[in-house]
């Protein structure tokens, strides 16, 4: 092996030569690196969002089905969980119409006999459940309507026309 001398100058120069070769190359890495983290983020993000998509519609129901829309209702009640016999009659002889507005706001429209009454109540649907006057609700779809249900009520709602 041959050595040579250099002289501080040379020594110099040839360093700043060889950083202005390997600058380029580790600005093109850099700039690989932040592009590889970015496309990383992206796939997990679109990921998230799929996988949140398809939990969140995993009954392909949605709150559009419910907005500006009526239901005729009708009830399927455990009597042993909350109704005593009396009350259970009288909603056996009942008929029922829910009316979805938007904004959260509904009615209820119960007739029985000649007599009927209109009851406000508020909603929300949120991750496959409807809340009605903060009761939630588990939804359905089925061929002609929707069955909503709880520990003690299980409800088929029939659209109106």
Not at 32 to 57: G, P, Y
Not at 80 to 103: C, H, I, P, Q
Not at 138 to 157: A, F, T, W
Request: glycine fraction near 4%.
């Amino acid at each position: 092996m041959i050595r040579t001398r250099i002289n501080r100058q040379e020594y110099v120069e040839a360093t700043a030569a060889k950083r202005a070769l390997i600058s380029p190359i580790n600005s093109v890495n850099s700039h690989c690196k932040v592009i590889d983290l970015v496309m990383k983020h992206l796939v997990r993000s679109l990921w998230l969002l799929s996988v949140a998509l398809s939990i969140s519609c995993e009954n392909g129901v949605r709150d559009l089905d419910f907005i500006n829309k009526q239901f005729q209702v009708t009830y399927n009640i455990d009597s042993t969980r909350t109704l005593d016999s009396t009350r259970l009659d009288a909603l056996r002889n009942s008929k029922a119409v829910y009316n979805f507005s938007e904004g959260g706001k509904g009615t209820t429209h119960i007739q029985t006999g000649m007599l009927s009454n209109d009851i406000p109540f508020t909603w929300r649907f949120e991750n496959d459940s409807l809340f009605i006057n903060k009761t939630a609700y588990g939804v359905q779809k089925q061929d002609k309507g929707l069955v909503i249900r709880n520990d003690s009520v299980k409800m088929v709602l029939s659209p109106q026309k």
